[in-house]
């Protein structure tokens, strides 16, 4: 049904961030958001909101805001753990690859191909610039990674869900189906059916998945409701 399967808190907390997110801080890493008390893990696409109680680590703090939209309600939806796997399992599938050779980095700017200029003028003012990277060009890899297939077929993590006004990325969706397997969760309330999506789990925790364009790249599978085919 997902792809992410947790041991740990920080396997699931890793899984909502992106530690290769260059600039912002708040996307690398889950911290202590000290304005709202929650433990924050967010990519800039999916978040999910913990009380500190329910964990076990130690979080650095940073204050960051609640959500754009976060308190406004647009429907009350129940959605259950069955429903997710039934629509999930109907979704376009791909065959599965795995990376043998991850992705050689440049290591002149880390991978973000771009790197910062520095000037000093006559007058010892210094003058600061980003740029493109002319070690890589701009494209922060010497050489991509390579995959290979295992046999195996898995929903297309670009597949599109469409839940009320929402359409929605599997890939998000499977974060959300396995953070509540991790916390024994059969069911999750939908609160906020566009923008930014807001599951809530029970008192102490919540998810924010962002809702995506419709488009026409990508077929869109309406959510389940329970043995429908």
Known sequence: MSKFQFKNEAELLATFSN???????QYRHPFLNERTGQVWATDGYVLI?????RLSGDYPKLKLGEPV????????L????SMLAETLASVPKIKEQIEVHPAEECEECDGTGEVMWEYTDGGLK???MEAVCPVCDGRG??????????GRTIP???????VGNAILLVRDVQKLVSAMAFFGADS??????????TWIIDEDIFIILMSVPDGNSNPVTKLKKGGES
Request: glycine letters at 6%; charged letters at 30%; a negative charge.
């Open 188 to 197: 999750v309330h939908l609160v906020r059916d566009e923008g930014q999506t």
């Open 19 to 25: 530690p290769n997110y260059p600039g912002l801080e």
């Open 49 to 53: 909101s913990i009380d500190p109680h």
């Open 69 to 76: 939209g976060f308190a406004k309600r647009t429907c009350d």
């Open 126 to 128: 210094v003058h600061q």
């Open 78 to 81: 129940t959605v259950t753990m």
């Open 141 to 150: 890899i010497f050489a991509k990674a390579v995959y290979k297939e295992t």
């Open 156 to 162: 297309d993590p670009k597949a599109k869900i469409e």
